[in-house]
C-alpha cells in the first residue's frame, strides 16, 4: 500500500479491509457449511451448544451469508436429529406459530431438554 502516511486512518483501514476482508467466496461457502452441519452431541451442555451454534451464524454472517431468522430456527431444528428429541422437536414443527423464531424454539428446546 503505497503512501500510507498520505492517507487518512479511514482510508487506511478501508483498504487493508478490502484486501485482507473475512468476506472471501471460500470463507463464506465453509462457515455455512459448517452452520447447517453443526449437530448436538447428548454430551455436552445444551447452553454450551446453543452458545457454539450462534457463534457460527455470526461467523458465517460476517462472512457474507445472510443467515435470516426463519432460516436459523430451521438449522436450529435440524441440529437435534437424536431420538432424544423427536417429542421436542415434533411439538416446534407441529405448533409452529407457537415458536415462531428461533428464539422461542431454542427457549422451548432448552426448557424441555432440562
Known sequence: ?????????????????????????????????????????????????FKQLREIRKEAVEAGNAIEDKTFREIVIAAFP????????????TNESQYPSSASVIQQITFQYS
Open 1 to 49: 500500500m503505497p503512501k500510507v502516511n498520505d492517507k487518512t486512518a479511514k482510508e487506511v483501514f478501508d483498504t487493508l479491509d478490502g484486501e485482507f476482508a473475512k468476506k472471501d467466496g471460500m470463507r463464506k461457502v465453509l462457515t455455512e457449511q459448517r452452520l447447517c452441519s453443526f449437530v448436538f452431541r447428548e454430551a455436552e451442555p445444551i447452553d454450551e451448544f
Open 82 to 93: 437424536t431420538l432424544a428429541f423427536d417429542s421436542i422437536i415434533q411439538n416446534i414443527t
